[in-house]
């Protein structure tokens, strides 16, 4: 998985409670994206961020706020979970060289709002 | 919303035979990518095909693009077991220059050995 780590790999919780999902790299890439997964939408782009503390939305942003306080560390937070928020969430990396216009994924985060 | 749109959505084949998949998208792009993602795990890159290409191969993989009717086919040649995944095509219109990749809905590859 590209040097992406995500944690948790797995979270239950309830809703009206926060929520942070880490995403972790450790080879120095400038971009890192935010994506959930849901059955019959593919891949969505929550947020990205192109810098340390330079970040944007993406399609589905509402709900959603992240942090990028160092290179290697991209976090999302969901304020107050929504069962809507029930997902997997995956990180990506932008690739470098020549595969600059490639996206590297970590494993995902299966995150369940009861 | 800008996404594509993959037909069809699932597809069953033997070992051995080929496979095609195909990917619908509504903008104008400045290249059009396939990912694969093996059940459980994020998804990979296959190959990138750019605006004013047509066709591209890597291994047993051919990809031809068609801007003129926004659409692009995946051709995986002699599949094999290993193969069985979910495709996802997806697509840079470069309008923020952030790679932002706009994912299509996936089809779900089975290959029975």
Known sequence: DAGITQSPRHKVTET???????????????????????????????????????????????????????????????ESATSSQTSVY????????SSYNE???????????? | SQQGEEDPQALSIQEGENATMNCSYKTSINN??????????????????????REKHSGRLRVTLDTSKKSSSLLITASRAADTASYFCA???????????????????????
């Not at chain 1, 120095?28 to 969505?44: K, S």
């Not at chain 1, 995956?90 to 060289?97: D, E, L, S, T």
């Open chain 1, 16 to 78: 009206g409670t926060p929520v942070t999902l880490r995403c972790h790299q450790t080879e120095n890439h400038r971009y890192m994206y935010w994506y959930r997964q849901d059955p019959g939408h593919g891949l969505r782009l929550i947020h990205y961020s192109y810098g340390v503390k330079d970040t944007d939305k993406g399609e589905v942003s509402d709900g959603y706020s992240v942090s990028r306080s160092k290179t290697e560390d991209f976090l999302l937070t969901l």
């Open chain 2, 91 to 113: 697509t840079d219109t470069f309008k923020t220059g952030a790679n932002n990749l706009f994912f299509g809905t996936g089809t779900r590859l089975t290959v029975i050995p």
């Open chain 2, 32 to 53: 059009l990518q396939w990912y694969r993602q093996n059940s459980g795990r994020g998804l990979v890159h296959l190959i990138l095909i750019r605006s004013n290409e």
């Open chain 1, 90 to 97: 995956f990180c990506a990396i932008r690739g470098q060289g």
């Open chain 1, 103 to 114: 996206q590297f994924f970590g494993p995902g985060t299966r995150l369940t709002v009861l």
